[in-house]
């Protein structure tokens, strides 16, 4: 950490900071200029609260030079985490996986349908929710564990794998068998209580980007599970809350090059949430590949326009299939496998 | 909800939105004009999913006219909300209320010194946080039910009542007896099963705005609660997530006018997390006095500069002393009492 | 226009709704429904101001329903517009046009050198800016018309058109004959007086979105353009201010299908500015282009180090070289030519 | 500045960092941790484009120590500055000043009928719109020169100053005998030739602050017009663009009391455009004097709903009366006049 006084510090001010710094558990080296003093900390700051720093008299600005975050950091695994998963499927190598299904499970016709084609047009997951966040509380809540139930049979009868959000942890155990990835929703990205839980699992975690989270803290909520022991993390970009209106968030592609350049965890793109719109997700699913996503997590129905939940994101399965046969060309030309 | 078609629309696509509104529940009134048509749904649509008709062929737009909540709105008790507490202090009246203390609970010999001043400075709640939600899972985490309990014994010995963060529905049967209001952080304004919960308990709870929440969703949020019989939800604006990085989030000060015209709910002004910074609190506090708070959320300590959390933003006692003869002039300038 | 009425709105209070919109010209047609009565206004709206209805009497909401554009709008020309220049170079027709150059126009070597080598990796325009914006007055503010001589001598002796920044009504004459194509800079993109004096121009123009501009606010501003005769407009995507600082802007990629399909006019993607980083530079641009954008604008700079602004954001060379046969397969992937 | 080097960073890029400090013009003084090296500079470094030290190899992060303004910063002027008018009217002082008029002039009735209300209210300062930016190229454009005639005769027949917003330099010499003050609006807060020119203007500049400006680049902006010799800058938050669509703006009422740490100028609060709903005006100019505001800039209008433009947001003279003894109280209440 870096301690900039102001020019008209006094020498006590500065020993006042120099002590705080100390108690903090930092060693500090001093630069003395002609207008300005410096301070570096040096040890272990990644625990401290700078912002204390920031309002002791004399101080002008307090900047943390080591990254909050250690295991998620690209140093940690400069080699990058591939995420394994039973059937041989990895994430975060070589081959761009996608991820496909109803935005909620709703009865078993549409979930044995939609594995079907989903398996059929080279998907490796089937996602779909059990349990759904919904802001108002009288919209649909989810079937529960009897749909994830349905979800895990249908997916196993056509050699799909299963991801599906995880909203509380006494839901934990009831999912653990029925699910080969836990997914926590960006409303959650944040509940530290749910993420440390996870940490404890062993089954991958697929961890959403809150709607107004930055890339840090992203990373660091990543860092709750794995400082627990569970390393299987997958990051995922699914838009975040902007003043533009013409899209229901706003897809922040360049979040996938800025993820591989500071951590090493794979990241998937969510463009069905990232956009809200369904014309849009095939153009951001190929922008999201190009630019270096690990996987696409898309929402399909096969009768879309009466999906009992974000029906307008959702693709019909013919748009599916045509979206595929795009991303086998985009994957090619990134030099990836599909 | 009202339906815009595009110009060009043809009669097949105006017939399958109808047939799909109908099928949804509400009535169509039907207006064509010389280039456009428009179609007016009628009925109980607060439950539907109008972004599912935007993507219908040939529609261009689709409104909500009528307020996606019922409970929370303005129209279901137009005299405002009162919430009364235990000792005859009520937040909603003539009289604005102050609730202070540490951001974190740390030991007896803090809580019982700040419970003292608040009382003196004529304060009515003291506030301290037992569980402690962090991004960094390597911060500290707070003391829990112990740590509660030393808070209640110092604010029923000083006449004070009591509100601290519940985040986890686990922690709420031993919370309930050490709080007279339970918070619920701006973390947690999505977290849905949390808020039914709450709805079941009939103790008061202070609902924050999401760092990303429109008012809208924080009414809705307000809505779970109050959907399961649990009246007594009192809001609180503390600061939403900007590109402005001068403070720590900039406090939306028209969310109290806002929600005075939208909601019966009495509002919450939190300048402590608003601003981030300790010489931000009182220009804050008062400014959210002026524009119509109904209580004021402030963060203190014996000793800021060493709060185990939010120090930057901790007032000195002193401090804390001059912005409550500050805001008693503010309060009577604008009506009220104090 | 719709205006909804509230519940409880007298007839008193829907007559005067009503009287104002014919003020405005507008004929209505009434719903009066068993809750809540609606006004459809029918007629010229898109000069009207709504706002001025949602604050009368009785008034819920009022949205409007016909687009406030009408030239850029893509009913105007339904199959796109396609910009031609001098040497058989357009823009929004199948072939993906890159336009490359340094950031400021610095002296005759940098940009003869640049000029040679976005030609020999297929580039077709040279940019570079004469006139600079810079927050600080402090910074080096461009060499003016003797810099956009030099670049257009580069130019033309490599086969290369120009585009360059006006900042100012009084630049145009002088820049006139050295540019085949006037840029318009994020914060002049509500210069309303600029655009309107480069309608009068017959020589397209690039103009960017501004830092904080909605789609719908760039397509308005296009429309400035336009109405003074000039259609020969180019939209740019170029990244909007959010909160999220791990990148200088976040590149809005979804900009180019929404666009597309508001709109008839091309759009360019300008990942330099998008991302301030020149390592986030291939991988935006690529997904640029995989969404559909029909035109790349990147900055590149012979000593890209020592470029006198935006350095941290300018290609070196090389990488200018390898990006261009990145996009070349992109470009394939998503049915365009190179 | 403050060069932190990554941990690995081998001693010749730490080399090549300095030699490119030094190049800068800047002073280096280097501390070498056990894991990390880090390079103060020290000297002119207002000037330096920080950026390009970002991307140099081996670098994690570089800060900013020293400000980038220099006359704008509060050291300037520690004791504030106080723009002082012809009539004996300043602000910055202690008295809290109001302004008030039109959004734009639209005929003599209208602009004589508001100057006497505005007198009689307690008002300083005329204000009205004689050139008006639009989002659309339909809407009305203002009267022009004529316009402002007509309010500056009955602003002085009433001893009112007057304030109107330029939009060209080529509008300066005509407006200056016809205006005490002039006013940048949001949208040019960046138009950096039009801030010069105003720097060699001997009258007043009342600078908005843009819709997505950070406080720091409404302060170098301020720097421009004082750079030129012209110290009477009055800065303004009129609100800023966020994801929250219950208001116009999000006016940020923070950054009164952060304009006043950072700097010495005077700084005016507009709640009309800050909040664009009437209802929200007189909570707001409220919670703005309670927060430390200089002056008041506030739409009204004889015959509001009618306005040509801002009709939502514009007064009606009652309620103006209303907002002016208001205001009185509060200025009273944190030690202002009025």
Redesign the interface.
């Known amino acids: 950490m ?1 301690v ?1 006084m102001q ?2 510090a006094t020498e006590d001010q500065i020993d006042l900071v120099i002590e ?1 710094m100390v ?1 903090a558990g930092v060693g500090v ?1 001093r ?1 003395t ?4 003093t ?1 301070l ?1 900390g ?1 040890g272990p700051t ?2 401290v ?1 700078l ?2 720093f ?3 008299p004399g101080v ?2 307090v ?1 943390r ?2 990254s ?2 250690k295991l998620a950091g690209r ?1 940690f695994r400069p080699e990058g985490t591939v995420v394994e998963f039973a059937n041989g499927v990895s994430i975060g190598g070589a081959r761009v996986v996608v991820m496909a299904g109803p935005c909620a499970i709703e009865n078993e016709v549409q979930i044995v349908e939609t594995a079907k084609r989903v398996k059929a047009a080279g998907g490796s997951f089937l996602r779909g929710g059990a349990f759904k ?7 649909f809540q989810g079937l529960g564990i009897p749909g994830l139930q349905l979800m895990f049979d249908a997916a196993r009868a056509n050699g799909l794998l299963v991801v599906s959000e995880v ?4 839901q934990i155990e009831a999912m653990l068998p029925l699910v080969d990835c836990f997914q926590v929703g960006a ?2 990205m ?4 749910l993420l ?1 839980e996870l940490g404890q699992v062993r089954k991958p975690v697929l961890l959403k980007r ?3 989270a ?4 992203l990373l ?2 990543s ?2 599970i794995m ?1 627990g022991g569970n390393y299987d993390v997958i990051l995922c970009e699914r838009g ?9 968030n ?9 993820v591989k ?2 951590s090493h965890l794979p990241i998937v793109a969510d463009p069905s949430h ?7 997700v095939a ?2 699913a ?7 996503a690990d996987a696409i997590l898309v929402e399909v129905h096969p009768n879309a ?3 009992a ?5 959702t693709l019909y399965l013919d748009q599916f299939d045509k979206l595929m046969s ?1 991303l086998r ?2 994957a ?3 030099g990836r496998t599909f």
């Open positions: 870096i900039a020019e008209l705080a108690d080296h630069t200029g002609a207008t300005q410096i570096a040096v990644s625990s609260d912002t204390k920031e309002v002791l002008l600005h900047h030079i080591s909050p975050y140093g966040p919904r802001s108002s509380p009288y919209a909203m509380e942890i006494s409303r959650n944040q509940n530290f209580n440390r809150g709607i107004a930055t890339i840090e803290e660091l909520s860092e709750y400082s975040i809350r902007t003043y533009e209106t013409a899209t229901r706003t897809m922040d592609i360049s979040a996938i090059p800025v350049k500071l990232g956009t809200g719109h369904r014309e849009m153009p951001m190929r922008a999201a590949v190009a630019a270096g326009d009466k999906a939940s974000d029906a307008a994101q795009e060309v985009i090619a030309a990134v």
